[in-house]
């Protein structure tokens, strides 16, 4: 909410330039776990050596800038460990005295590295979706970036709906991840008043991602796999695993869009975003990595620069009076998305648009016009606190 | 620009001379549309370059001034025959700049590389390049050219460049990305738009140092507050009245300067972004992006009059002294 006319103090002119009010030295570090991956189904997918952490060094980078017209002074650590390494690498972090730490991971081990942390720590998650870490298993520690399966759902669910196309075929994998984000577009369905007419399963049965000439067998097996279905206006995948989802536009039974895990896909940033003054983020990013920025990147970014401007702000570097900062009314920062990003202090997400990119551009940007809420329109998006049963917060 | 009042006086004595005319610039059009300040028909478009945004006037009115963004390069035109006469250096992706008083130099917001360039008008050169924060983009001049004011969008701060020596004197922080500078001709006032914060920061140039006394809010009923952005600002020569384009909300805010309060919004065209008045500013020019317009608004009656087509995504405007 704006603040009319807000009078400030006097102790405004403390921010000009030979007179900081503090001199803040800020460390943070970025935390990333590398897991044993299959290759991806394309190549345009290979994950880059400098995930995540290219993403934190334009934010340090950012950061620098402003604090040099401050007196503040901003330093990261970037550490990747191998699954079995984590907990120990995690927990010499928080030894060493890192006190703000970025981490990449999936959610069972963003959330037993949270409770490894303790109080003290502010955690900023930049990849796990899980709806669980923002519901029951929230903690106080811990800050969401990246949003939940349940926000990309709701966004994906919101355009289907603005387009009047409400009736789903879902098909979904079988690993447990694709089966929670099938259970987020069970709900986002329900939410916005779509019918799921359908769910068919696609079994994951391991096997090579390259064979040559595998277009031929995609070609035969998806036509029949999707063959039959009860009438809908599109095919929502629920992919988390990345195994299927890609090969079906083109091969469905019956012509529909897809949306979801391929198609038109919900995320948080991607490399053709221009709009909103993203083309600057795009060119500092290029020229810093040689490369194109990926989700985790800017999620990364976001993280560290919701801290810049906490510690600009707020002009401290303590972690409880930063945290604290994040989530009163008073914090919000531009992200590239036209609206200020804020954070739900019921539960530590962080409130944003999701882009639907089909793959070369922007198609929309949920929340979609005529979709209300009481508080904020991004609180369309996602677990609303009525039905969060966090309480880590004070809720 | 800023016209000194007693140049508004004696146009309204003046007898009918030329009439004044509008450029437009239109960002995805790639051109700047010419208007008649008077009966506001369109007298012409023509090919700008890539991308122009920021539009301004030599004082004497001859030439026409264009960032030319996706040409990292400022085009400079004749008000008469619309000929690009020469380009000067801007350093890359200029978007806002910002023309001495006396006509040189420039000085130019180079939106990707966190600096503002200044450069000569008459050698075609380079004279500084001044380190800023990320995001460089709204530029003002003093009245008394003092101070060059630059806002840098992800830093969200208003940076005040000494033109004496191009040093960076003092910086304040602003809401999230601020946008546009304008000061008061009397030089009491300095207003930084914040597109993404929602407010209008007031700075108060009267002291030692710059300081923030107050930020301006605004609320209209029916549109989320998420959509009232700020960006472009006039402050009419008198001292009396602000301007505030405000983007997606399709108003423009009219700010009693004496109160600091908002007494009005305008309805004009979509995401409307930057304004120009006429000399006389009798009239005020604002660019409407979404709806490929102007609107025309009666800067007393403090109405929208009419809304004329221009190119594609109009961005700037600046009209032509008499």
């Given at each position: 909410?704006?603040n009319?006319?807000?009078?400030?103090?006097?102790?405004?002119?403390?921010?000009?330039v030979g007179?900081?009010?503090?001199?803040?030295?800020?460390?943070?570090?970025?935390?990333?776990?590398?897991?044993?991956?299959l290759?991806?189904i394309?190549?345009?997918?290979?994950?880059?050596?400098?995930?995540?952490?290219?993403?934190?060094?334009?934010a340090?980078?950012?950061?620098?800038?402003?604090?040099?017209?401050?007196?503040?002074?901003?330093?990261i650590e970037?550490?990747?460990?191998p699954?079995?390494?984590?907990?120990?690498?995690?927990?010499?972090?928080?030894?060493?005295?890192?006190?703000?730490?970025?981490?990449?991971?999936?959610?069972?081990?963003?959330?037993?590295?949270?409770?490894?942390?303790g109080?003290?720590?502010?955690?900023?998650?930049?990849?796990?979706q899980?709806?669980?870490?923002?519901?029951?298993?929230?903690?106080?520690?811990?800050?969401?970036?990246?949003?939940?399966?349940?926000?990309?759902?709701?966004?994906?669910?919101?355009f289907?709906?603005?387009?009047?196309?409400p009736e789903?075929?879902?098909?979904?994998?079988?690993?447990?991840?694709?089966?929670?984000?099938?259970?987020?577009?069970?709900?986002?369905a329900?939410?916005?008043?779509?019918?799921?007419?359908?769910?068919?399963?696609?079994?994951d049965?391991?096997g090579?991602?390259?064979?040559?000439?595998?277009?031929v067998?995609?070609?035969?097996?998806i036509?029949?796999?999707?063959?039959?279905?009860e009438?809908?206006?599109i095919v929502?995948?629920?992919?988390?695993?990345?195994?299927?989802?890609p090969?079906?536009?083109?091969?469905?039974?019956?012509?529909?869009?897809?949306?979801?895990?391929?198609?038109?896909?919900?995320v948080?940033?991607?490399?053709?975003?221009e709009?909103?003054g993203?083309?600057?983020?795009q060119?500092?990013?290029?020229?810093?990595?040689?490369r194109?920025?990926?989700?985790?990147?800017y999620?990364?970014?976001l993280a560290?620069?919701?801290?810049g401007?906490?510690?600009?702000?707020?002009?401290?570097?303590?972690?409880?009076a930063?945290?604290?900062?994040?989530?009163?009314?008073?914090?919000e920062?531009?992200?590239?998305?036209g609206?200020?990003?804020?954070?739900?202090?019921?539960?530590?997400?962080?409130?944003?648009?999701?882009?639907?990119?089909?793959?070369?551009?922007?198609?929309?940007?949920?929340?979609?016009?005529?979709?209300?809420?009481q508080?904020?329109?991004l609180?369309?998006?996602g677990?609303d606190?009525?039905?969060?049963?966090c309480?880590?917060?004070?809720? | 620009?800023?016209?000194?009042?007693?140049?508004?006086?004696?146009?309204?004595?003046a007898?009918?001379?030329?009439?004044?005319?509008?450029?437009v610039?239109?960002?995805?059009?790639?051109?700047v549309?010419v208007?008649?300040?008077?009966?506001?028909e369109?007298?012409?478009e023509?090919?700008?370059?890539?991308?122009?945004?920021g539009?301004?006037?030599?004082?004497?009115g001859?030439?026409l001034?264009?960032?030319?963004?996706d040409?990292d390069?400022?085009?400079?035109?004749?008000?008469?025959?619309?000929?690009?006469l020469?380009?000067?250096?801007s350093?890359?992706?200029?978007?806002?700049?910002?023309?001495?008083?006396?006509?040189n130099?420039?000085?130019?917001?180079?939106?990707d590389?966190?600096?503002v360039?200044?450069?000569?008008?008459?050698?075609?050169?380079?004279?500084?390049?001044?380190?800023?924060?990320?995001?460089p983009?709204g530029?003002?001049?003093?009245?008394?050219?003092?101070w060059?004011?630059?806002?840098?969008e992800?830093?969200?701060?208003?940076?005040?460049i000494?033109?004496?020596?191009?040093?960076?004197?003092h910086?304040?922080l602003?809401?999230q990305?601020?946008?546009?500078?304008e000061?008061?001709?009397?030089?009491?006032?300095l207003?930084?738009?914040?597109e993404?914060?929602?407010?209008?920061?007031v700075?108060?140039?009267?002291?030692?140092?710059?300081?923030?006394?107050?930020?301006?809010g605004f609320?209209?009923?029916?549109?989320?507050p998420?959509?009232l952005?700020?960006v472009?600002?006039k402050?009419?020569?008198?001292g009396n009245?602000?301007f505030?384009?405000?983007?997606?909300?399709?108003?423009?805010?009219?700010?009693?300067?004496?109160?600091?309060?908002?007494?009005?919004?305008?309805?004009?065209?979509?995401?409307?972004?930057?304004?120009?008045?006429t000399?006389?500013?009798?009239?005020?020019?604002t660019?409407?992006?979404?709806?490929?317009?102007?609107?025309?608004?009666?800067?007393?009656?403090?109405?929208?009059?009419?809304?004329?087509?221009?190119?594609?995504?109009?961005?700037?405007?600046?009209?032509?002294?008499?």
């Amino acid at each position: 909410m704006r603040n009319f006319a807000i009078m400030l103090a006097l102790g405004m002119c403390a921010l000009l330039v030979g007179a900081p009010a503090v001199a803040v030295e800020m460390r943070s570090a970025v935390f990333r776990i590398d897991y044993p991956r299959l290759a991806p189904i394309s190549r345009f997918d290979v994950v880059p050596e400098d995930l995540g952490f290219a993403g934190a060094v334009l934010a340090t980078e950012d950061n620098m800038t402003t604090g040099s017209f401050l007196g503040h002074s901003y330093e990261i650590e970037t550490v990747s460990v191998p699954p079995e390494g984590a907990d120990a690498a995690f927990k010499a972090l928080v030894e060493a005295g890192h006190e703000v730490i970025v981490v990449l991971a999936r959610d069972e081990d963003l959330l037993r590295l949270s409770d490894i942390a303790g109080e003290g720590v502010l955690i900023l998650n930049a990849t796990a979706q899980g709806v669980a870490l923002r519901d029951a298993e929230c903690r106080a520690n811990t800050l969401h970036i990246a949003p939940s399966d349940a926000m990309k759902a709701d966004a994906v669910a919101q355009f289907a709906v603005w387009k009047k196309w409400p009736e789903w075929l879902m098909i979904h994998g079988s690993n447990p991840a694709d089966l929670a984000l099938a259970e987020a577009y069970r709900r986002a369905a329900a939410k916005f008043g779509a019918q799921i007419v359908e769910e068919r399963e696609f079994e994951d049965t391991g096997g090579a991602r390259r064979t040559d000439s595998g277009h031929v067998l995609v070609q035969r097996q998806i036509p029949v796999a999707t063959q039959g279905a009860e009438d809908h206006d599109i095919v929502v995948a629920a992919d988390a695993s990345d195994y299927f989802a890609p090969y079906l536009p083109f091969h469905l039974w019956t012509p529909a869009p897809v949306m979801g895990s391929s198609g038109l896909r919900p995320v948080t940033f991607h490399a053709s975003q221009e709009a909103w003054g993203a083309t600057q983020f795009q060119t500092r990013f290029e020229e810093l990595a040689g490369r194109y920025v990926r989700e985790e990147d800017y999620n990364t970014w976001l993280a560290l620069r919701v801290i810049g401007e906490a510690v600009t702000r707020a002009s401290t570097g303590e972690v409880a009076a930063l945290r604290e900062y994040l989530l009163s009314d008073e914090f919000e920062v531009a992200a590239f998305k036209g609206v200020p990003v804020t954070f739900r202090p019921w539960n530590g997400q962080l409130r944003q648009p999701i882009l639907l990119f089909d793959g070369r551009i922007t198609a929309s940007v949920s929340p979609q016009d005529g979709f209300l809420h009481q508080v904020s329109p991004l609180d369309t998006l996602g677990l609303d606190e009525p039905e969060s049963a966090c309480t880590a917060f004070g809720g | 620009m800023k016209r000194l009042a007693l140049a508004a006086l004696l146009a309204t004595t003046a007898l009918p001379a030329l009439a004044e005319k509008v450029f437009v610039s239109n960002e995805r059009g790639n051109t700047v549309t010419v208007l008649d300040a008077a009966s506001w028909e369109v007298l012409d478009e023509f090919a700008a370059g890539n991308r122009p945004r920021g539009i301004t006037l030599s004082p004497d009115g001859k030439l026409l001034y264009v960032c030319a963004s996706d040409d990292d390069l400022v085009r400079v035109f004749d008000t008469e025959t619309y000929q690009e006469l020469y380009t000067l250096p801007s350093g890359p992706d200029p978007e806002l700049f910002v023309l001495h008083p006396s006509g040189n130099p420039l000085y130019i917001a180079n939106e990707d590389d966190n600096l503002v360039t200044v450069v000569d008008t008459e050698s075609h050169t380079v004279l500084a390049e001044v380190p800023v924060g990320v995001e460089p983009e709204g530029m003002g001049i003093s009245a008394d050219s003092r101070w060059v004011v630059n806002t840098s969008e992800t830093t969200n701060m208003a940076h005040f460049i000494d033109t004496e020596d191009y040093e960076i004197k003092h910086n304040i922080l602003v809401d999230q990305r601020p946008r546009y500078a304008e000061f008061t001709a009397d030089g009491k006032w300095l207003f930084v738009t914040s597109e993404i914060g929602g407010t209008v920061s007031v700075i108060d140039m009267t002291g030692e140092a710059p300081t923030l006394t107050q930020k301006i809010g605004f609320e209209v009923s029916g549109v989320l507050p998420e959509w009232l952005q700020p960006v472009g600002a006039k402050a009419t020569s008198d001292g009396n009245w602000l301007f505030v384009a405000l983007g997606p909300a399709n108003r423009v805010a009219v700010i009693n300067i004496q109160t600091m309060e908002v007494e009005k919004y305008i309805l004009v065209g979509q995401r409307v972004w930057q304004l120009a008045f006429t000399p006389d500013e009798k009239f005020l020019v604002t660019t409407n992006g979404n709806s490929n317009d102007v609107t025309i608004i009666d800067v007393e009656a403090q109405e929208a009059i009419r809304s004329v087509q221009v190119g594609q995504q109009p961005w700037g405007a600046v009209v032509t002294p008499e």
